[in-house]
């Protein structure tokens, strides 16, 4: 804001850097897992900050609505669900905890080390990015990167995605196969939580949309704005206004695959109309990019919004290895 | 110190935490969280480099690394979801031999999944089996 007399940013570095450290440092040793949970989501928005500092409003967005906020409600229902702080084992003989300490301190020293003499001047693909970037008619040469002169990296992702939600539904029992979810179900929902979910999902929903659309030339894109929008789907289902589809759900499924697969098709058809494998044809390249990065954002949705729910449950198993009722499993 | 090398010894000092975490956490959870905390180290590393390469560049920071590093994030948080699921997959499974255990004492020769079914009503009644 310019008139006001801010402070420098500057100043902001060292408290930021000793603060993030400093909680760190407390989630590891403090004794509670639950208090350990919500530290660790301070974390992630404290992180987040510090990569505004470094310049980095894309990865600032994806670590705040990632690491800051869908971890930190699935770390939180794990930590409701095991139990907290119950099965902590005896803490370690002093002797181990000062080894283990020096080693984690040469490890921190010797990286410190490196991280202050790198060479100089800096090795930069700033020029390089921004040469070819007219190509992808797109502002933001981390979406350029991420769409274009990366995107194997970025298709890599996307089918990592896809895969982990097929890992994570096979960890249900057997019985269970074709239900819901219900790792989100955690009982009634209180009044406050009810009323967030009901005003919280239309905002988040334009949001979600916004930081997609937005993110061709500004800090934004598929990443950050399926996040937003898994939040939302995590939110409503907390809340029981919806519930998750069951995992053989065909629209469920095909909303995870539709982003890769897409990728892929339009990929390897770059083989033929284009030069090489993920190339796009020159007139149709902002028109293609746009196409993927419509699919991608479904499908990241989806897929994060379904890691979230957890694996197929039988219902009225809420608490660990409580084995269903009778009735329950007959209606089931 | 620029604000590349405070936040690169910084990410260095989360990667010492996280491996102290890692290596003596006191419940898998928390051993899964100081996992995270040397991922996040490791990507506030890349970050101040670059950072660096950025200003040499003449931007605020270089773009492949911040690619590579929005899709670090979002596999780190896929581990994390599938980690998760594990631990509450292993607590369940650890419930049930409790009480699959607890059925066997009574009856022997029953089929699995009679036995299954046999498992479920016996926890029914021995709720406090799962907690031992």
């Known amino acids: 804001m310019p008139g006001l007399p801010l402070p420098d940013p500057r100043w902001a570095d060292v408290p930021l850097a000793l603060a993030s450290l400093g909680l760190a440092l407390w989630l590891t040793l403090t004794r509670r897992d639950r208090a350990a949970v919500i530290g660790f989501t301070g974390y992630g928005l404290l992180v987040g900050l510090v990569w505004v500092r470094l310049g980095s409003v894309d990865v600032a967005l994806t670590e705040a609505a990632l690491g800051g906020g869908l971890m930190g409600l699935l770390l939180l229902i794990a930590v409701r669900r095991l139990g907290d702080g119950t099965a902590l084992s005896p803490p370690p003989a002093l002797l181990t905890r000062l080894l283990v300490g020096l080693l984690c301190l040469a490890v921190t020293l010797g990286l410190a080390a490196v991280v202050l003499g790198l060479p100089s001047p800096a090795p930069s693909l700033v020029e390089a990015v921004a040469q070819h970037q007219a190509l992808t008619e797109l502002g933001n040469p981390v979406a350029a990167v991420l769409i274009a002169f990366r995107a194997v990296d970025t298709l890599l992702e996307s089918v990592v995605l896809a895969l982990a939600v097929i890992v994570l539904w096979s960890f249900g029992a057997d019985r269970a196969w074709g239900l819901r979810p219900r790792a989100l179900d955690i009982g009634p929902p209180s009044s406050a939580l009810l009323l967030l979910g009901r005003l919280l999902p239309p905002v988040g929903l334009i949001v979600g949309v916004h930081l997609f659309w937005t993110g061709a030339d500004h800090p934004g894109g598929p990443f950050q704005g399926g996040a937003v929008l898994a939040a939302m789907a995590a939110l409503v289902w907390l809340t029981r206004l919806g519930e998750p589809p069951p995992v053989d759900d065909w629209l469920t499924r095909l909303g995870i695959v539709v982003g890769p697969l897409l990728f892929l098709v339009i990929g390897l058809s770059g083989v033929v109309v284009a030069d090489a494998f993920l190339g796009y044809p020159e007139a149709f390249t902002k028109p293609l990019i746009l196409l993927i990065e419509t699919a991608k954002t479904l499908s990241i949705a989806v897929a994060l919004a379904l890691l979230v729910a957890g694996p197929p449950e039988l219902p009225g198993s809420m608490s660990t290895g409580q084995p269903a009722t009778t009735e329950s499993r007959v209606t089931g | ?132």
């Open chain 2, 1 to 132: 110190m620029t604000e590349t090398q405070i936040y690169g010894v910084c990410g260095a000092g989360l990667i010492g935490i996280g491996l102290y975490g890692a290596i003596l956490g006191r419940s898998a959870l928390r051993r899964l969280l100081a996992f995270n905390l040397i991922g996040s180290g490791v990507f506030l590393v890349f970050g101040a480099i670059a950072r660096r390469g950025g200003l040499a560049g003449g931007g605020a920071s270089d773009p492949v690394p911040q690619a590579l590093v929005i899709t670090g994030l979002v596999v780190a948080f896929a581990a994390t979801a599938i980690a998760v699921a594990l631990l509450m997959r292993l607590a369940a499974v650890e419930g049930e031999d409790a009480s699959s255990r607890a059925a066997s004492r009574s009856t022997d020769a029953l089929s699995p999944p009679v036995a299954a079914s046999a498992s479920n009503s016996a926890g029914g009644e021995e709720p406090a089996r799962a907690g031992d």
